[in-house]
């Protein structure tokens, strides 16, 4: 199993900045693919960006080139800088780790998609 835990989130006013950590634990090297999401009430969880093992990373269009995601192997640490911040922006941000994903002899990471196995309790971002 695998544990993820989000930290970082807050208030912040409309165009300032912001970084989400996530800490991973457990089978660490059992994880290929790692994503952040956002969800308010009301709403279907959205990807906002994702990174794989090999570093590849894919973002959301609504948040291309504010955010900026990352992670530190070191660490046991994903992270996303969030930058130019929209009201738009608040949502509860959750981390999602997993395996690839293999289906017809095909495996290939979820990307953008919520169909992560592992998921943290998430952390509030409000933005003003």
């Known amino acids: 199993h695998v544990q993820l835990v989000e930290s970082g989130g807050g208030s912040v006013q409309a165009g300032g900045s912001l970084k989400l950590s996530c800490t991973y634990s457990?089978?660490?090297?059992?994880?290929?693919?790692m994503g952040w999401f956002r969800q308010v009430p009301g709403k279907e969880r959205e990807g906002v960006a994702s990174?794989?093992?090999?570093?590849?990373?894919a973002y959301s269009d609504s948040v291309k080139g504010r955010f900026t995601i990352s992670k530190d192997g070191a660490k046991n640490t994903l992270y996303l800088q969030m930058s130019s911040l929209k009201p738009e922006d608040a949502a509860m941000y959750y981390c999602?780790?997993?395996?690839?994903?293999?289906?017809?002899?095909?495996?290939?990471?979820?990307?953008?998609?919520?169909?992560?196995?592992?998921w943290g309790q998430g952390t509030q971002v409000t933005v003003s």
């Open positions: 999602a780790a997993d395996r690839l994903l293999c289906s017809g002899g095909y495996c290939s990471c979820p990307k953008l998609r919520a169909e992560y196995r592992y």
């Open positions: 457990g089978y660490t090297s059992f994880i290929d693919c």
């Open positions: 990174i794989d093992r090999d570093g590849s990373t």
